[in-house]
């Protein structure tokens, strides 16, 4: 009995700490009312606020279309090009961007906090291509010369250019064709100087896998030119017009094959200009290449604010509903399983914070129904109790036997509804994700608070109101 005691105020000093940690304003506002009154000094609880998704805090959603015409591996050029991105959004001093794969070729990107659409796509926008092309052998190159001469001539007699046969031909560069080394393996871009003419150059340091990819390309191209574009064109002003244009190309000639995976970039390049350029590819080379996005969505953090309000409201209403039903339905025994809802939804808010899990409006809805989940569970007890009753045992025996036999329908429930969770987790979109994220969280805490944590409780306090026995359930 002593040790039941113990328990109880451990549970009574943890949920304490646990909703402190959750919503340390008004602890915080009491310490420092102490600490006027008294002139002392506690310290206040740390304070850790909850990370608001899109839709709470405001912000800019978009979606862009890779393109992967060209790309054989494509999972991995997607998921290099998240990582860019995301690195990118990231040096913009964007707090907890989302940045997600959709299917095969889209890519989500959420912006919290920023309000400005146009800044936002500036911000992905200036990300560069980088791309090394090497050269085409001489019948191709003349193939493709062929295929732009036919659909000038084309033009020019006034011809409708679609009954040209592979007219797409004329998109690519005649001279250069594309190689598998791109962006996504570069590890960094460096300036460095020439130690005999002290003229600035750009070292480029590929990844393990980047430095193989270099190497067979250096290997099989000697005394070759090997052509490096950035957004598509030239890296850097060749001829010194001072602009970088279709007649500028940097195409260093391959004298022997590279290993370790370092690149040097020269030409007439000024220290100010190989700091951009350097600072460029290190802020995200595009491993494929992305244009305008296909949607976008803006949420101005007003719409967010009240959005957050009306949650919490409904959420707050929809508990002190409960409260009503339980005290209502089950008189005693429902004040001991409101008890435990307040356990619940203390622990699943500090995991929330604890683990920086983004909360957005879907989220908060998988916590409601997951609140309900957990009040079905208490329910499924006090009725198997209640019929445990009418057969004549003691309300300590009805209370065991009641769970057991509770037990196995509270876990098919709750089994079946974390599958469901599951498979909305790693198959929906990023709205999905919330809500199904917080459905399981909410569906495992439930569980065993109404196993556990109901069943302690009512066990506790039906030894010491025994007078009450009759309000119990």
């Known amino acids: 009995m002593q040790q039941k005691h113990y328990i109880f105020i451990g ?37 850790k606020s909850f990370i ?16 992967l015409s060209t790309v054989e591996d494509k999972i991995g050029a997607m998921s290099g090009l998240r990582d860019v991105i995301e690195r990118r959004i990231n040096m913009f001093g964007v707090s907890e961007p989302v940045v997600q794969i959709q299917g095969e070729n889209r890519l989500l990107v959420e912006m919290p906090g920023v309000t400005d659409v146009n800044q936002a796509i500036s911000m992905i926008g200036q990300t560069p291509y980088l791309e090394f092309n090497e050269q085409r052998d001489e019948e191709e190159t003349k193939q493709i010369l062929e295929k732009i001469s036919e659909v000038q001539q084309a033009q020019e007699k006034g ?7 592979n007219r797409e031909t004329i998109l690519q560069n005649p001279y250069f064709k594309p190689t598998k080394l791109t962006g996504q393996y570069l590890k960094k871009a460096n300036v460095v100087f020439d130690n005999t003419t002290f003229k600035p150059q750009i070292e480029l340091q590929f990844n393990d896998e980047g430095a193989k990819i270099f190497e067979e390309i250096t290997a099989r191209n000697i005394n070759k030119q090997l052509a490096i574009f950035l957004d598509g064109s030239s890296i850097i002003d060749t001829n ?7 007649n500028d190309l940097y195409a260093p000639v391959v004298r022997e094959k ?19 350029i350097a600072s460029r590819l290190n802020s995200g080379a595009l491993p494929v290449k992305i244009g305008e996005p296909i949607s976008q969505k803006t949420v101005g953090p007003t719409l967010g604010e009240v959005s957050l309000k009306m949650s919490l409201i409904a959420a707050i209403l929809g508990f002190l509903a409960l409260l009503v039903y339980f005290m209502i339905f089950y008189r005693l025994s429902g004040i001991i399983a409101s008890l435990s809802m307040i356990f619940y939804i203390a622990v699943i808010l500090s995991i929330i914070k604890i683990f920086s899990i983004t909360l957005t409006l879907s989220g908060i809805a998988g916590i409601l129904l997951s609140m309900g989940m957990a009040v079905d569970a208490n329910i499924l007890i006090f009725s198997r109790m209640r019929e445990e009753l009418k057969t004549g045992k003691s309300f300590s025996q009805s209370i065991s036997d009641g769970t057991k036999r509770a037990w196995p329908s509270i876990r098919d429930g709750n089994v079946t509804t974390i599958l469901v969770g599951l498979v909305l987790f790693f198959l929906g979109t990023s709205f999905v994700k919330g809500f ?6 909410g569906n495992v805490i439930g569980a065993l608070t109404a196993i556990l944590l109901t069943n302690f409780l009512l066990s506790y306090f039906s030894t010491r109101i025994k007078k009450l026995n009759k309000l119990w359930i």
């Open 11 to 47: 549970i009574i000093i943890f949920t304490f700490l646990l909703g402190t940690f959750a919503y340390p304003v008004y602890f915080n506002k009491i310490v420092d009312f102490l600490n006027s009154k008294t002139g002392g000094a506690f310290p206040h609880f740390p304070e």
């Open 52 to 67: 608001l998704g899109l839709d709470l805090q405001g912000g800019v959603s978009l979606v862009y279309e890779a393109d």
């Open 159 to 165: 011809q409708d250019i679609s009954t040209v046969q």
């Open 240 to 246: 010194s017009d001072g602009k970088i244009d279709a």
């Open 258 to 276: 590279i290993t370790g995976g370092k690149a040097v970039i020269t030409g007439d390049i000024n220290t100010q200009i190989a700091n951009i």
């Open 436 to 441: 199904a994220l917080t459905l399981i969280l």
